[in-house]
């Protein structure tokens, strides 16, 4: 029998499975392997967040099947929240619906609008269910390349002229995973009217809505007049209230797509586990003074980080948002490759990173940081990366050897 399912075929093997084996590998062996390789916030849920979860658990009819869209209270809470931070109101019955994090709803938003040999425009690198919730609904991916050297609206014009057929919808994804780059309003302007003029809808990931350092809050791509006429947008409560095992996120904006989310959806889930979503609600309703202190909490692990590296000849730059560090390699070994180096970090210095390559090629000559460690162990990791540093020529020495 073919165990060579069709879909399955489609899926490369997944990159970052690799590192995790030699994690597991050297933990294993008794290291200690400081863990910067998956955006996994090791921060608390708010406390009246979690006593809310335990209070509704006592009630016999919450274990029962949910609704599938999110209660009605949710939805209405995740309203509130545009209305008060973008000034975006939205019907909380035809705009809104909760999903099981963002990555499955943008990836069961795939499967509801597209047919095989569909385009999707994705930026390259980005995070892996942009391109890889299509890939398995069949479309045939084009990718942006938004690196320095490549200017985004650019890559938009020459991927729409040169695709056949017309791309069906756009993947943006800002403050962005993993690259931390940011956007103003007038960045969304500029797409928005594009993509109106070509008919292409919007899907834009603002899962770092609330993770900034700098004065200014990244704004969101409904705050442009129209936008919801084409756009749809994923948030969660996974990074902004530190509930990412909780999985709850939503779909806001325009109504087709929340039409055929809601569809799609009602058929394969009876939606998160109610006493979450009640939960859920009163994290978005209650005291947000934890928004501000997480943040706080990523700003110094951020300039921890970047001050301890200086001087090291592995100099990382300082994002403006999310809870990442998207580095170059170092000089020396920028012909290895993004894989490569991060096994040597394991190896050597006892420090797991995400490999660039794994958020596509264009990301190969970089690494992914994740600020999900305290600060006495990003201290401790800027120790033992300034000792790798020191013997990177005897590294790459061994390297050389083995080939």
Request: some cysteine.
């Amino acid at each position: 029998m073919d165990s060579e399912f069709y879909r399955i075929k489609r899926l490369p093997p997944y990159v970052f499975a690799e590192v995790n084996a030699l994690k597991a590998k050297a933990r294993a062996a008794g290291d200690d392997i400081i863990d910067f390789g998956m955006g996994n916030p090791d921060l608390m849920p708010p406390q009246h967040v979690m006593d809310k979860v335990t209070e509704t658990m006592k009630d016999p009819k919450a274990h029962r099947y949910s609704v599938s869209k999110g209660i009605h209270g949710l939805r209405k809470a995740m309203a509130a929240y545009y209305e008060r931070r973008f000034n975006v109101t939205l019907d909380p019955e035809n705009e809104v619906i909760a999903t099981l994090g963002s990555k499955e709803g943008l990836a069961n938003l795939a499967k509801a609008i597209t047919a095989p040999g569909d385009v999707i425009l994705v930026p390259n690198p980005s995070y892996p269910i942009h391109h890889f919730g299509f890939i398995i609904a069949g479309a045939t991916i084009r990718h942006l390349p938004t690196t320095k050297d490549h200017d985004f609206m650019e890559m938009l014009e020459q991927a729409v002229k040169h695709s056949v057929p017309k791309p069906l919808a756009l993947v943006i994804n800002y403050p962005s995973n993993p690259t931390a780059e940011v956007v103003d309003i007038d960045f969304y302007k500029e797409v928005v009217a594009f993509c109106k003029k070509h008919e292409i809808y919007i899907l834009s990931d603002l899962a770092y809505a609330e993770i900034y350092f700098n004065d200014t809050p990244p704004p969101s791509i409904l705050q442009v007049p129209g936008a919801r006429d084409i756009a749809v947008e994923f948030t969660s409560m996974s990074k902004t209230y530190s509930m990412a095992g909780w999985r709850i996120g939503f779909a806001v904006g325009n109504k087709d797509l929340i039409s055929a989310l809601t569809r799609m959806k009602s058929y394969v889930d009876y939606g998160a586990f109610t006493p979450v979503q009640v939960a859920a609600t009163a994290a978005l309703n209650g005291p947000q003074d934890c928004i501000d202190q997480n943040r706080a909490v990523y700003k110094r692990r951020r300039d921890v980080l970047v001050k301890g590296m200086e001087g090291s000849g592995w100099e990382i730059p300082s994002p403006e948002a999310t809870m990442f560090a998207w580095v170059p390699l170092p000089d020396e070994w920028k012909g290895v490759g993004s894989m490569e180096f991060s096994k040597q970090l394991i190896e050597h210095a006892k420090v797991a990173v995400a490999p660039g390559i794994g958020f596509g090629e264009y990301g190969d000559d970089f690494v992914r940081i994740a600020l999900v460690e305290n600060e006495q162990r990003i201290r401790q990791a800027v120790r033992n990366m300034k000792q790798f540093m020191i013997k990177s020529d005897q590294y790459l020495d061994q390297l050389k050897d083995k080939e």
